[in-house]
Nanobody, 116 residues
Framework: QVQLVESGGGLVQPGGSLRLSCAAS????????MSWYRQAPGKERELVAL????????VYASSVKGRFTISRDNAKNTGYLQMNSLKPEDTAVYYC?????????WGQGTQVTVSS
């Protein structure tokens, strides 16, 4: 079955960096776009970034543009989110998402905490 497994979260100081990974299995990863979302306590889940199947086009939320970079390695069935210049307001659980055969699949999420 479709599985998405995030990793790479943790505690980082403001201004620091983290790279999240999303390992995909159970479907042909290279034929579907993927995206990263985040959900902070008490807030709705929001889109962070999206990347096309081939990785040739990306979309970012305005709040992360210029600081975050989404990428993918289709040979490894893995997507990434490089996060630089992190701010306390980036604190959230980060999820990867793929829509496969009209079904929305989410990973379990990885916690990112930005604090001094």
């Amino acid at each position: 079955q479709v599985q998405l497994v995030e990793s790479g979260g943790g505690l980082v100081q403001p201004g620091g960096s983290l790279r999240l990974s999303c390992a995909a299995s159970g479907f042909t990863f290279s034929t579907y776009p993927m995206s990263w979302y985040r959900q902070a306590p008490g807030k709705e889940r929001e889109l962070v970034a999206l990347i096309t199947r081939a990785g040739d086009s990306t979309v970012y939320a305005s709040s992360v543009k210029g600081r975050f970079t989404i990428s993918r390695d289709n040979a490894k069935n893995t997507g990434y989110l490089q996060m630089n210049s992190l701010k306390p307001e980036d604190t959230a659980v980060y999820y990867c998402k793929a829509i496969v055969a009209s079904y929305v699949h989410w990973g379990q999420g990885t916690q990112v905490t930005v604090s001094s």
